[in-house]
Each structure stands twice: as C-alpha cells, then as structure tokens.
C-alpha cells in the first residue's frame, strides 16, 4: 500500500485486516465495496475486503499457521474444535464448503457432518 503506512492507526488495523484477508489500498484507489477508514477526519486507507469464496482458504491457511501443522495432522479431539471454530465462522454456508473443511482436515465429508452434529447435539440438550 502506498501512503503513510506508518501511521499508528493503520499499524494498529494491519492485523485484523490480515487475519480476515483482505487488503490495504490508498484511499484515492478505492472501488466500489472497498471501505475507506478515517482518522481524525483525514482517509487514511481503504480495506479491500476479499470475496467470500477466498475467505475459507485464508480462515483455513490461518488455523494451520496457528496450529504449526496442516491440519490433517491434527488429533481427533483438535479437529472437532476446528470444525466448531469454523462453523461459528460461517465456514458451512459457503458452498462447497464441508467438501473445502474436508480436505483440509484430512477427513471424509461424513466425518465433518458427525462433528457438527455431535457439536449441536451437545448444545441442544
């Protein structure tokens, strides 16, 4: 991003932009569903807010960056609290998106519907 990428308020968004996966642009090359942020009444920076398809990858690549391994990797127990992270995220209304969690986790579409169920079984009584 060009402008004053070292002004406090931008360092202090940087990261929420990052983890939602989106991207920074100088206010004057925002387009149509960018969001401008201001400070003090001056645009400072335009978010550039990534479309919803891409946003399950990035969730995903940022589980695994927290984790320290591809999620396939971990233990049964991990990958339910996954799924659960995901679908408070809204990971399942994304189509194509128990196939996408699949995948990822290493697991059958059938084994992320049984943590789901399991998850809401568990809140429903």
């Not at 942020?37 to 946003?55: I, Q």
């Not at 991990?78 to 990971?91: W, Y």
Request: aromatic share 4%.
């Amino acid at each position: 991003m060009t402008g004053p990428a070292d002004h406090p308020f931008i360092a202090a968004v940087k990261p929420l932009v990052d983890a939602m996966g989106g991207e920074m642009v100088a206010p004057e090359h925002a387009e149509g569903d960018d969001v401008v942020l201001a400070w003090e009444g001056r645009d400072l920076v335009a978010v550039r807010l990534p479309h919803l398809s891409d946003s399950l990858d990035h969730i995903l690549a940022d589980l695994e960056r927290r984790h320290g391994v591809p999620l396939s990797e971990l233990d049964r127990k991990t990958k339910q609290s996954v799924v659960r992270i995901l679908e408070a995220r809204g990971a399942f209304s994304v189509r194509h998106g128990v196939e996408t969690v699949a995948s990822a986790l290493g697991v059958s579409r059938f084994t992320v519907y049984n943590y789901l169920n399991r998850e809401n079984a568990a809140k429903g009584g």
